[in-house]
Nanobody, 126 residues
Framework: QVQLVESGGGLVQAGGSLKLSCAASGLTFSTYTMGWFRQAPGKERKFVAVINRNGISSYYDDSVKGRFTISRDNAESTTYLQMTSLKAEDTAAYYC???????????????????WGQGTQVTVSS
């Protein structure tokens, strides 16, 4: 059974930084594309970033490009989202997701991902 557990969320001032982690278990991590999505209250879940199986390629939503960095450590079965220059509009619950195989069409839709974490809240105060 695949489990994804996010951590690292919290309250931060605008302009600050946070690093989210997503620990995976129950899967052969290196065979999965990993992604991050976010959902603000009353809004639909939106794509943030994705990284391919070997960590060489990544893709970002325009709203976070240049501020967020996705990475992964296949030896630790963990993916990360480093967030800098945070803005109030980045406030949301952040979800880690796993998709078997390659990244596929970009940006990926949520339906591409087979497994999801429970989410971690990021709140940016202005």
């Amino acid at each position: 059974q695949v489990q994804l557990v996010e951590s690292g969320g919290g309250l931060v001032q605008a302009g600050g930084s946070l690093k989210l982690s997503c620990a995976a278990s129950g899967l052969t991590f290196s065979t999965y594309t990993m992604g991050w999505f976010r959902q603000a209250p009353g809004k639909e879940r939106k794509f943030v970033a994705v990284i391919n199986r070997n960590g060489i390629s990544s893709y970002y939503d325009d709203s976070v490009k240049g501020r967020f960095t996705i990475s992964r450590d296949n030896a630790e079965s963990t993916t990360y989202l480093q967030m800098t220059s945070l803005k109030a509009e980045d406030t949301a619950a952040y979800y880690c997701a796993a998709a078997k195989g390659s990244m596929g069409v970009l940006p990926p839709e949520a339906a591409r991902f087979d497994s999801w974490g429970q989410g971690t809240q990021v709140t940016v105060s202005s």
